[in-house]
């Protein structure tokens, strides 16, 4: 059952891999609120915080455990 272990082994990679990416994400999005704050950029701002609230939808699923 070698393989099996593998295939775990490339699922927790890809999992941590997909939580760095949105959380890299999260970050990027903050930044973009803080320099549409600083430059009183409503739309900028707007913009980023729907931007956020997706990547917030987005990473929901990975975090939460499956409830099957």
Do not use: Q, Y
């Not at 950029?41 to 929901?60: P, Q, W, Y």
């Amino acid at each position: 059952m070698k393989g099996n272990g593998n295939r775990k082994k490339k699922m927790g990679r890809e999992m941590t891999c997909h939580l760095a990416g949105w959380a890299l994400f999260i970050v990027c999005a903050i930044f973009f609120i803080a320099s549409s704050l600083k430059n009183h950029d409503a739309l900028a701002f707007i913009g980023s915080v729907i931007f956020l609230v997706a990547c917030i939808v987005f990473l929901v699923p990975l975090v939460r455990p499956d409830r099957k």
